[in-house]
């Protein structure tokens, strides 16, 4: 949907090793956004950009780190992975405002053995 | 952003419509009402959303009370496609400190069933 691309699809990695996730998008919008979605606590923000560079913490933000070199990349990195970051992570991506809606990626299933 | 109510799960038959409600009392003036739904284990889905008007498009009508603290989803013909669970979402202004940002509940889960 709205051009997103979020890879790898599906990861499973060891305990302590860096992980990165990739946002790609082709609607050249500004602003992204990475959600974690877990059972019993639905879909929560973890972090955000509002444009190239600027970056901001979400709710669940401890942890990862992001960046965005570029509109159409953002990378969401987990720098020691842990168990609990065992998620179901989604990509979004909004062109400006309120009264434009987001859209959001197919997503990537990590499992953190 | 304003915290939205939902039913936590509603039942509808198929070929009927689908009327998921939604309370929203403190949504400010320019916060918009959103709709979403996922369907098992894929993104959200964008529905449909609004300011004050009601919206129609080609997927749901979205019904805003006049005093704004409450909105209704409508699938005027519900399939078993459309099983799935649905979020009602207040969304602050982009412009704001919130940047445009959803804030998700627990939604609501419509069950179609033949």
């Known amino acids: 949907d709205a051009g997103i691309t979020q890879s790898p699809r599906h990861k499973v990695t060891e305990t302590g090793t860096p992980v990165t996730l990739r946002c790609h998008q082709t609607e050249n919008h500004r602003y992204m956004y990475w959600y974690r979605q877990d059972p019993g606590h639905g879909l929560r923000l973890i972090h955000y950009?509002?444009?190239?560079?600027?970056?901001d913490k979400g709710e669940v933000s401890d942890g990862y780190s992001v960046s965005r070199s570029k509109t159409e990349d953002f990378l969401l990195t987990l720098e020691s992975a842990t168990s609990s970051q065992t998620s179901v992570y989604f990509c979004?991506?909004?062109?400006?405002?309120?009264?434009?809606?987001?859209?959001f990626g197919n997503g990537t299933r990590l499992t953190v053995t | 952003d304003a915290k939205t109510t939902q039913p936590p799960s509603m039942d509808c038959a198929e070929g009927r419509a689908a009327n998921l409600p939604c309370n929203h009392s403190t949504i400010s003036g320019n916060e918009y009402v959103y709709w979403y739904r996922q369907i098992h284990s894929q993104g959200p889905q964008y529905i449909i959303h609004g300011l004050k008007n009601n919206e129609t498009n080609e997927m749901a009508s979205l019904i805003i009370t006049e005093d704004r603290k409450s909105s209704t989803l409508i699938l005027p013909h519900a399939t078993l496609r459309d099983t799935a669970v649905y979020y009602c979402i207040v969304r602050g202004n982009a412009g704001g400190t919130s940047y445009g940002k959803l804030t998700f509940g627990q939604g609501t889960i419509l069950t179609v069933h033949p």
């Open positions: 950009s509002y444009g190239v560079k600027d970056t």
């Open positions: 979004a991506t909004g062109r400006d405002g309120s009264n434009s809606p987001l859209h």
